[in-house]
């Protein structure tokens, strides 16, 4: 009886743990925060000159990040780009563009 409540009572609280945890960053797409995510969706810049590495607005986001990001070789990026982002031990790499994405 006793290992029956136990098993209950460890059960109730790993999903009240992993509904807290969704709850707390389901909407979190900023890469400071995501560190569960390792792929996000963002747009590049669409102010972005081509010059330099670009800033991404990531998706639920308003603003464009401080930082920039590098790219696969295989991607040529243009502003407006939505994009498929991928963690990268402690950062960041764009993969490539999102086709036919229906918003």
Do not use: C
């Not at 972005?48 to 990531?58: A, D, E, K």
Request: charge should be negative; glycine fraction near 4%; aromatic fraction near 12%.
């Amino acid at each position: 009886m006793a290992n029956d409540t136990i098993q209950t009572t460890t059960s109730s609280l790993r999903s009240a743990a992993d509904k807290l945890f969704e709850e707390i960053f389901s909407d979190t797409n900023d890469p400071d925060f995501a560190d569960y995510r390792f792929f996000l969706k963002a747009q590049i810049d669409p102010q972005w000159n081509g010059t330099s590495r670009p800033s991404l607005i990531f998706d639920g986001e308003t603003t464009k990040t401080t930082r920039t990001f590098p790219w696969l070789a295989s991607y040529n990026p243009r502003p407006g780009d939505v994009v498929l982002v991928v963690r990268v031990s402690h950062g960041w790499v764009i993969l490539g563009k999102i086709s036919n994405l229906n918003v």
